[in-house]
């Protein structure tokens, strides 16, 4: 039985930050595939950050520079630290694990993707 639960979101001013959490139960994140996600309204669904091996990091264009996908020292949390955010950022984000690998080039497609949370809002204005 594994769950995702994602918290940390709210509403924030442009400009501002906000650190995402995501904590698993049944599953470690060491040595896995991990991943944040966003979803707006009307939009496709697009990957934000990736992380594999605890250490192989991957952003979407948007956000590189501006977010930082991480682990906490025991593997159970993932985080993403927001920081200018922009109204655009606007999204239902989530996070997703998968317990084997993924290729480099499908990380931040989603697809590949076993576990899911169920987001966490975040509303820049």
């Known amino acids: 039985h594994v769950q995702l639960v994602e918290s940390g979101g709210g509403s924030v001013q442009a400009g501002g930050s906000l650190r995402l959490s995501c904590s698993a139960s049944?599953?470690?994140?060491?040595?896995?595939?991990v991943g944040w996600f966003r979803q707006a309204p009307g939009k496709e669904r697009e990957g934000v950050a990736s992380?594999?091996?605890?250490?192989?990091?991957d952003y979407a264009g948007s956000v590189k520079g501006r977010f930082t996908i991480s682990l906490d020292n025991a593997k159970s949390t993932v985080f993403l630290q927001m920081n200018s955010l922009r109204p655009d950022d606007t999204a239902m984000y989530y996070c997703?694990?998968?317990?084997?690998?993924?290729?480099?080039?499908?990380?931040?497609?989603?697809?590949?993707?076993?576990?899911w949370g169920q987001g966490t809002q975040v509303t820049v204005s």
């Open positions: 049944g599953l470690s994140f060491s040595s896995r595939c």
């Open positions: 997703a694990a998968h317990v084997e690998r993924i290729s480099p080039y499908l990380r931040l497609t989603g697809r590949e993707y076993k576990y």
């Open positions: 992380i594999a091996d605890t250490s192989s990091t």
